[in-house]
């Protein structure tokens, strides 16, 4: 299989080598399956709410010869799942208030060897908010720019960490609109629906302006 576009290569980047997988929301599973091609995941469950793309990602499954490695299954969310069978969870291509929703009802949320890296589609505000707000820590994140859109990637783990109450926290997670200009634009995308939002409520336009600051001011 050619490796997957930019966006599922960043969420590839971070899975941990020798980690054993669950995608939520596989579809196509490509991102299962490549991984466990090139050997960086022994093991990996390919799991969708959905029979339609989960049936599309038994035929990904199939095509690669992969069956022996990669399990495609009906699971809403994590509730087909053990922690006993996975250690990275990527939760990529929904929209940020959905994966929330997602590891809140996963039995083994807290466990703090798992990986949980996350892909927002929307909302990564609200996601981050939420991981912050739950104990959860972010141990990397990224962006990329895949078919002229900008995206970010978060790899979070339960710490039992305390809440970060910045209210530019949600917005500028673990970027650095500073020194990197996909995270600058991925930034300047949260302002720019500030600012739009400002138009009813004038709280946003005092979040836009900071963020603007955030993004050019070494004192931060
Ligand atoms: C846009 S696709 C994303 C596919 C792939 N993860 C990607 O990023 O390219 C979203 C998928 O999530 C699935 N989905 C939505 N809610 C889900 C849930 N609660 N549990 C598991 N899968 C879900 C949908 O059926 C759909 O196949």
């Not at 941990?16 to 093991?43: F, M």
């Not at 912050?132 to 078919?147: F, H, K, M, P, T």
Request: glycine residues 8%; contains cysteine; neutral net charge.
């Amino acid at each position: 299989m050619t490796a997957p576009d930019k966006r599922l290569s960043l969420c590839a980047e971070f899975v941990r080598p020798g980690a054993r997988l669950a995608d939520i929301g596989t579809d196509h599973a490509y991102l299962p399956v490549w991984l466990c091609q090139n050997g960086i995941c022994p093991s990996a469950i390919a799991a969708d709410i959905n029979p339609e793309p989960l049936s599309r990602g038994a035929a990904t499954i199939a095509a690669a010869g992969m069956e022996g490695r990669v399990t495609a299954r009906l699971s809403d969310g994590l509730a087909a799942v053990s922690g006993d069978e996975v250690d990275d969870i990527v939760i990529a291509g929904m929209g940020g208030e959905l994966i929330t929703r997602i590891i809140g009802a996963c039995a083994f949320a807290r466990d703090p060897d798992k990986r949980w890296i996350l892909q927002p589609m929307t909302k990564s505000e609200a996601l981050i908010r939420w991981l912050s707000e739950n104990g959860y820590g972010i141990l990397r994140q990224d962006c990329c720019v895949a078919a002229g859109k900008c995206y970010t990637v978060i790899c979070a783990a339960y710490m039992n960490k305390p809440n970060n109450s910045d209210e530019l926290y949600p917005y500028l997670g673990e970027l650095s609109p500073r020194n990197n200009k996909t995270h600058l634009r991925f930034v300047e995308g949260h302002i720019d629906r500030l600012s739009k939002m400002a138009r009813g409520d004038a709280r946003f336009a005092v979040l836009a302006e900071r963020l603007k600051e955030a993004c050019c001011d070494d004192r931060r």
